[in-house]
């Protein structure tokens, strides 16, 4: 069915679809109108058979469901920013014990300084912690990916993240097309646990494991995200038969055919991107664009045969390894380590600043010239970053870089109005 | 099955035996169709007072339970000493996921019980003090005031001993540990520190509120199976003595538990929606000096009488607070 809808509406509305049984959360922007939804189509009856429960902090939100996904029920959390860092030890947690919880993230910057608006820090912070992670681009695909989700955590009984930029898509009113139940009902089978809590067969689960095999469990992990680099296709593939859509999948491919350059992105910025890709390929730049839609696990093959020809690629992602780079950049180094093809690293968009068609095309150009430097920061404003370079290098006790700098920048604009 | 007899006089703590009782009254662990829910063998130390209190606990929560019953366990000794895996001493459904979680973990347990429909399955949390009362405090007291149907029990042995006997929240003023070694002019840890969660526990207006200690197991039982008989949220806190953490002599934990309650240092009581509606009056009361003297990390108060002092005014005030004191035999 057709609805123009918020985002985070859509997505509670394709939650529900999939029939869960316990869903916690804790409030936290941008995620919240997201479980406000939850909540309300529990209460309200529209979805039966299943519990809301408002916990105290993101740490209990993530230990409720796996107290309740040990115990055989399908469940659903939702967090973003300090919420996922708040919840960090359970989030490793859920996936060593190998419950098929299912999480929406809303892509949120992480402090200090605190800031609500999106980037991908959050999401990436949690890269390593065992569970998938699964990007979307458009609130069509965050609803055809959190069907796909459940399926997927359930098959392979290890737990998915579904990360979608907050803002510019939680908050965002699209046209969705919103499946009806007997489709996701043929699509999603209910919940069989690999491991239950049950009186009538009584088993320990969460034991203590020495070095005599704890490899073996961390492998195992491993080898099952491997496993899910073939098994996220296949579910693309399902889905598509049933609801006719393309969603999901590993990667997807914009104008890559004969591409130079190739730049690899992340989650919704995709649509800013193929608008200016456009407008290049009719100067006639041969640049196009490829998508991760599956971060964890890094789909490497898909990525070398896709990146394979390009001369050049640009990776831009919404967060930074400080001391570092790029983190995304680097995953893709590794994905291309037998190649010679460079990779830029473009880190943009932190802490939500925009992401204009006009800095992209400049960004891209200079790409297409090997203009750029390894780690490029998309629209850095240099002087802001001298300034209190110059304060720092002027006088010990220089204050605190946030509150300098946003002083400096009220003292500019004062400026400009005068 | 020939008939057991379980002999139950506990030598030296004046407690009154099995064979004295009703057979109706006696403790479940004298009945041969006790579940064993926590089975021998496990790792502990000689004379743990928290493997006495858990296996107490919970086979008087199981028969209550009709043995549908699903345990949500923290981080800690209890944790460690019952699954040394491949072994587990566990026969119930038990999961261990973090230290400062049990209580949510419960929750979650419950809420999936409550959604399939199956309202015979009883849950129970249960950790030591330091993850209740510090690191898993958070999660209690949200259990405690969404009002979730779920006993948490709290083995207090009043500090960290998995880690090597630190202090926590619930480490009483003066006691020796790692983190509050005696040395200086105020030796061991601070006075008028650390929190009462039976208390706070009451101040959630829950419907049950209760502290027991291993050495009046038939108390510990009735309350468990009282806990058991309401639904919602409810706390029961044990008083477990370590002799590892302590400096007591293993054959000594029932002693040292019975001379510290009877001195009034750790009250007795039962609450019902934030009131406290009975309280196990003292038989014999007696110094604190008699308790401590049972343990190495009270050694130095000896040599502070002004410290002893405290500790004994602070015995006294919980006589007053709880109306402790009373004709022998006085319990309500």
């Known amino acids: 069915m057709l609805k123009q809808i918020e985002g985070s509406h859509a997505v509670a509305e394709a939650v529900a679809l999939c029939r869960p049984e316990v869903i916690c959360a804790y409030p936290i922007t941008p995620q919240t109108h997201i479980v406000e939804d939850l909540g309300f189509l529990v209460k309200s009856g529209k979805l039966s058979g299943c519990e809301f429960i408002n916990v105290e902090s993101e740490f209990a939100a993530l230990s409720v469901a796996i107290g309740s996904s040990a115990a055989g029920a399908r469940t659903y959390t939702a967090t973003a920013s300090q919420g996922i860092l708040f919840m960090a030890e359970a989030v490793y947690n859920a996936s060593g014990l190998g419950l098929p919880i299912v999480m929406t993230v809303g892509n949120r910057a992480i402090g200090a300084p605190i800031n609500i608006w999106n980037d991908q820090s959050d999401s990436m912070s949690m890269r390593d912690a065992g569970w998938l992670q699964l990007f979307v681009e458009s609130n069509q695909q965050a609803i055809d990916v959190h069907i796909q989700a459940f399926r997927i955590a359930e098959a392979l009984s290890l737990p998915v993240m579904v990360c979608m930029d907050g803002f510019i898509l939680t908050?965002?009113?699209?046209?969705?097309?919103?499946?009806?139940?007997?489709?996701?009902?043929?699509?999603?089978?209910?919940?069989?646990?690999?491991?239950?809590?049950?009186?009538?067969?009584?088993?320990?689960?969460?034991?203590?494991?020495?070095?005599?095999?704890?490899?073996?469990?961390?492998?195992?992990?491993?080898?099952?995200?491997?496993?899910?680099?073939?098994?996220?296709?296949?579910?693309?593939?399902?889905?598509?038969?049933?609801?006719?859509?393309?969603?999901?999948g590993l990667i997807s491919e914009y104008r890559l055919d004969d591409a130079e350059t190739i730049v690899v992105t992340l989650g919704s910025v995709i649509g800013t991107m193929q608008e200016v890709i456009d407008r290049m390929r009719e100067d006639g730049v041969a640049i196009g664009?490829?998508?991760?839609?599956?971060?964890?696990?890094?789909?490497?093959?898909?990525?070398?045969?896709?990146?394979?020809?390009?001369?050049?690629?640009?990776?831009?992602?919404?967060?930074?390894?400080?001391g570092l780079g790029g983190i995304v950049s680097n995953n893709v180094r590794m994905a291309l380590s037998e190649l010679s093809t460079p990779v830029y690293s473009v880190i943009g968009g932190l802490g939500g600043r925009p992401i204009t068609q006009a800095s992209l095309h400049r960004l891209f150009t200079e790409a297409t010239q090997d203009r750029l430097e390894d780690l490029h920061f998309l629209d850095l404003n240099k002087d802001i970053v001298k300034r209190e370079l110059e304060r720092e290098a002027s006088m010990r006790r220089s204050g605190s870089i946030a509150e300098n700098i946003l002083s400096d920048i009220g003292i500019v604009d004062a400026a400009n109005t005068i | 099955m020939p008939n057991q007899h379980v002999k139950f006089y506990q030598t030296g703590t004046l407690t009154v035996g099995n064979r004295l009782l009703d057979e109706k009254m006696r403790?479940?662990?004298?009945?041969?169709?006790?579940?064993?829910?926590?089975?021998?063998?496990?790792?502990?130390?000689?004379?743990?007072?928290?493997?006495?209190?858990?296996?107490?606990?919970?086979?008087?929560?199981?028969?209550?339970?009709?043995?549908?019953?699903?345990?949500?366990?923290?981080?800690?000794?209890?944790?460690?000493?019952?699954?040394?895996?491949?072994?587990?001493?566990?026969?119930?459904?038990?999961?261990?996921?973090?230290?400062?979680?049990?209580?949510?973990?419960?929750?979650?347990?419950?809420?999936?019980?409550r959604v399939k429909g199956r309202?015979?399955?009883?849950?129970?949390?249960?950790g030591g003090d330091g993850g209740t009362t510090d690191i898993g405090f958070g999660c209690l007291s949200g259990m405690f005031e969404r009002n979730d149907d779920v006993l948490y029990i709290c083995y207090d042995n009043q500090a960290y001993m998995n880690t090597g006997v630190q202090r926590s929240s619930a480490t009483p003023g003066a006691a020796r540990t790692a983190t509050t070694m005696p040395v200086g002019e105020n030796p061991g840890a601070d006075f008028n520190q650390g929190k009462n969660v039976p208390l706070i526990a009451m101040a959630h207006n829950i419907p049950y509120v209760a502290t027991a200690s291993v050495h009046d197991l038939h108390d510990l039982e009735a309350k468990v199976q009282k806990a058991m008989a309401v639904r919602g949220a409810r706390y029961i806190q044990i008083f477990v003595p370590c002799p590892l953490g302590w400096g007591s002599k293993p054959q000594d934990t029932m002693k040292v538990a019975r001379l510290t309650v009877e001195s009034g240092l750790y009250p007795l009581f039962e609450a019902e929606y934030g009131e406290i509606v009975g309280v196990t009056k003292i038989r014999r009361r007696t110094d604190v000096a008699e308790c401590l003297k049972l343990q190495r990390r009270f050694a130095h108060v000896f040599k502070k009488p002004e410290q002893l002092a405290k500790i004994q005014a602070i015995a006294d005030a919980n006589i007053r607070k709880f109306r402790l004191a009373g004709s022998e035999g006085g319990q309500s």
């Open chain 1, 171 to 248: 908050h965002a009113y699209e046209r969705v097309d919103i499946p009806d139940q007997k489709q996701v009902d043929k699509f999603l089978p209910s919940f069989e646990p690999r491991q239950v809590l049950d009186p009538a067969n009584p088993k320990s689960i969460g034991a203590m494991v020495g070095p005599e095999a704890f490899t073996e469990v961390r492998y195992l992990e491993h080898h099952k995200q491997m496993q899910a680099l073939e098994l996220i296709p296949q579910v693309a593939k399902e889905f598509k038969a049933i609801f006719g859509r393309d969603s999901g």
């Open chain 1, 289 to 322: 664009a490829l998508t991760l839609r599956s971060f964890r696990p890094f789909p490497a093959a898909a990525l070398r045969s896709a990146l394979g020809k390009a001369k050049r690629v640009v990776v831009f992602e919404k967060c930074l390894a400080v």
């Open chain 2, 27 to 113: 403790t479940v662990q004298a009945t041969p169709d006790r579940s064993n829910s926590l089975d021998s063998g496990h790792r502990a130390c000689q004379g743990c007072g928290e493997a006495l209190g858990a296996r107490y606990a919970i086979d008087a929560a199981m028969r209550a339970a009709n043995n549908q019953l699903i345990a949500a366990n923290a981080t800690g000794c209890l944790e460690v000493f019952t699954t040394p895996y491949p072994e587990s001493a566990w026969r119930i459904p038990w999961m261990h996921s973090l230290f400062g979680n049990a209580a949510a973990v419960a929750t979650g347990i419950a809420a999936a019980m």
């Open chain 2, 119 to 126: 309202d015979e399955v009883r849950v129970i949390a249960q």
